[in-house]
């Protein structure tokens, strides 16, 4: 490789077209048996994905947590692309925070890539004591070394839009990285570009709140998030609210890779809209609608208007591609967004969801399709619920997707994905001029894991991916 390089690629285009950009061989993923019955801890799963290994589609390890029902949820690095003039620093730890629990673990991934191991535990009260926060989400490493972890909540299930900060070495909470008294009431996803002195976070709803389900009276009472939370990068201050509207619920929020690029996408769940995020001539940040996704008529559903639900985007490297799932209506998009104000539709394909023919809901109205899609099968197994997570590889040709997104929730919209386990798929790209086409050779069955159905989130590469790596 070169000499003195820190962790990860020097630029994005490296990453994805670098002569030391190897095919991914294993993911990880958070597996976790919270709401499913069943009394056992959530684990991280490492899956071989390398179709020419005799255990290709296969769970080749466990890491079981050492509690129960901490709910883990979305992973980050000690050390990332952000990191790439250091060369004393390796990308050898997975920042692996629970949702439910508060728990931060920290996984060695070094000294076995294929067999990860509990390296430190940082327990909720130390989020409690020394930050007032709870119910860590995303974790991202700074160039400094250090591993910033935005929150939920306070330690009491209230929203609260703040962040931790961690040591990158010791791995001990520091305190909280906002300055000043102003924060945002709700907290969720975060992304940050040091050229543009902008971090961007996003809003969920108050952790005591969706803890046990999605209730549409708490939108109205304000208990779910509408804001873009725009903090200065330098003074750690907030200094900008960008409002998307009531029942918004702006979750994943991704800039573009080229760190040169002040604008970036939201995806809204419950509107169902992709805003673009975008610096002003006057120097602050605004945003615009670029895509909605209208929602279907229907009956036999939990309400006469069913949303698409976006609940996770994500751009390739080279900032061509805009990918998104509709969690309740069961697709995959993936738009062209050469010219970022104007996305077009190039690519599409149904993975499930709550309007297949033959299921419990009847479609009355649709703005989109002449008819429900089937349902969906893969190797004569019928998949239940719908896209979620969705993780590109590094040459952007293969798009990894799983199902669940958080267990209290799956419970509630999808039952059988509780008592089947959800599943991890993969989508051929095409690369050129767009279009999506389900790999029929590729899909791991977490329904038949030893302990019992379990639900798989998050996907993540050992050397790094589009979303978890920051260029700087």
């Not at 935005?150 to 209230?158: A, E, H, Q, R, V």
């Not at 330098?234 to 200094?239: A, D, E, G, L, N």
């Not at 709550?354 to 099968?377: A, H, N, W």
């Amino acid at each position: 490789k070169c000499g003195a390089c820190g962790p990860g690629y020097a630029t994005p285009l490296d990453a994805m077209k670098g002569k030391y950009c190897p095919r991914e061989e294993i993911v990880y993923l958070p597996c976790i048996y919270r709401n499913t019955g069943i009394e056992k801890p959530d684990y991280l799963a490492t899956v071989d994905v390398d179709p020419k290994s005799p255990h290709y589609c296969q769970v080749i390890h466990r890491l079981p947590m050492p509690n129960l029902k901490d709910e883990l949820h979305h992973s980050g690095w000690n050390a990332c692309s952000s990191c790439f003039g250091d060369a004393t620093k390796r990308r050898n730890r997975l920042i692996l925070p629970s949702l439910i629990s508060s728990r931060i673990y920290v996984v060695d991934v070094g000294t076995d890539l294929r067999a990860p191991r509990i390296h430190k535990i940082v327990e909720p009260v130390e989020l409690f004591w020394k930050g007032n926060v709870a119910n860590p989400h995303t974790s991202h490493c700074l160039g400094s070394g250090e591993i910033l972890i935005s929150c939920l909540g306070d330690p009491s299930g209230n929203g609260k839009g703040a962040f931790i900060l961690l040591d990158g070495e010791t791995f001990e909470v520091k305190g909280n990285w906002e300055n000043g008294e102003k924060v945002p009431p709700l907290g969720y996803d975060f992304w940050y570009q040091p050229r543009h002195n902008v971090l961007m976070s996003t809003e969920w709803g108050a952790p005591k709140v969706l803890a046990d389900g999605f209730k549409p009276a708490d939108v109205e009472r304000g208990h779910y998030g509408r804001r873009i939370n725009v903090w200065d990068w330098s003074t750690h201050t907030y200094i900008q609210a960008i409002d998307l509207g009531k029942g918004s619920i702006p979750l994943e929020i991704r800039f573009l890779h080229n760190p040169d690029a002040a604008e970036g996408f939201v995806g809204c769940a419950l509107s169902s809209a992709v805003h673009r995020l975008y610096k002003t001539e006057k120097g602050d940040w605004a945003a615009e609608k670029v895509i909605e996704v209208p929602s279907k008529k229907v009956q036999g559903w939990l309400l006469p208007d069913m949303p698409g639900l976006i609940t996770d985007i994500l751009i390739s490297l080279d900032d061509r591609f805009l990918y998104f799932s509709n969690w309740l209506h069961g697709d995959i998009r993936q738009y062209d967004i050469s010219n970022t104000r104007k996305p077009k539709l190039v690519g599409q394909v149904f993975l499930g969801g709550s309007i297949t023919k033959g299921g419990p809901v009847t479609v009355v109205e649709d703005k989109e399709l002449q008819c429900q899609p089937e349902p969906f099968v893969i190797k004569g197994k019928r998949v239940p619920g719908g896209p979620q997570m969705i993780q590109l590889s590094l040459d952007g040709k293969r798009l990894y997707v799983s199902s669940s997104l958080y267990s209290a929730w799956d419970k509630q919209f999808y039952p059988d994905l509780v008592k089947e386990g959800s599943v991890m798929l993969q989508i051929d790209v095409d690369t050129e001029r767009g279009g999506l086409k389900v790999n029929k050779n590729f899909v791991v069955d977490f329904g038949k894991e030893p302990d019992g159905p379990v639900l798989a989130h998050e996907i993540r590469y050992p050397g790094g991916d589009s979303t978890s790596d920051i260029w700087i």
